[in-house]
């Protein structure tokens, strides 16, 4: 009896791995290796070239075209089509399509449905509902989407709704607390931008007290 239970748990992940799309996961890890060149997020990635910005529009919008085909096509790419990394690889590139806004309404409403199942990250759901909400100019709901303080370096939530249960809508999605996220992302524009900050004087990041 043992042995047919190992058998069928091993046929059935069998069946779960026959079903990833390493063809699809393969061509979306090589766009966000460009999507990372063009952005400038990653050093690893960087692309010294003076003429960055330039390929930056004509990356985003051949990607643009790319990833309407595959949610035509495939629907939003859960963990079990690309496994979990290519779907966060789908998101990334999704969240970079800020030119086109109804395109990320339109993913968004389709990564719903993977979310529900389980099938792809609520954290990442946060992120792009957040990007969706700002970019047709309302309030963001998880704190994601920041700018900063300059004269302090200092990490600041785009306006948000309800922040006073900002913390309860961040924990519900598995997010980190606000005050972590912030001093995250205000260490990281520090260290971008950090031979700025030092000629004005500024020698480091202001941090918020983590609760």
């Avoid at 993913?107 to 609520?122: E, F, I, T």
């Avoid at 990442?124 to 004269?151: E, F, K, M, P, W």
């Avoid at 000629?199 to 918020?208: A, D």
Wanted: one cysteine or more.
């Amino acid at each position: 009896m043992k042995k047919i239970i190992l058998i069928l748990i091993f046929l059935n992940n069998i069946s779960v791995f026959a079903q990833i799309n390493t063809a699809l996961k393969d061509t979306l890890e090589k766009m966000v290796v460009w999507d990372q060149k063009v952005a400038g997020f990653q050093p690893k990635y960087a692309l010294n070239d003076p003429n960055r910005e330039k390929f930056r529009d004509s990356v985003f919008t051949a990607h643009h075209d790319q990833l309407q085909k595959i949610l035509s096509k495939h629907g939003y790419p859960g963990f079990d089509l690309v496994g979990k990394e290519g779907s966060h690889h789908f998101w990334l590139l999704v969240q970079h399509m800020d030119n086109w806004p109804d395109f990320q309404q339109k993913v968004l409403k389709a990564m719903k449905k993977q979310v529900l199942r389980k099938n792809a990250s609520s954290g990442n759901y946060a992120y792009l509902t957040d990007r969706v909400r700002i970019n047709s100019g309302r309030n963001q709901l998880y704190g994601t989407q920041v700018t900063y303080n300059t004269d302090s370096c200092q990490a600041i939530p785009k306006p948000t709704e309800k922040p006073e249960s900002l913390s309860k809508r961040r924990k519900e999605v598995g997010l980190e607390s606000i005050e972590q996220y912030l001093n995250l992302m205000t260490e990281l524009h520090f260290k971008m931008n950090k031979d700025n900050y030092e000629k004005r004087g500024i020698k480091g990041p202001k941090l918020y007290v983590v609760k």
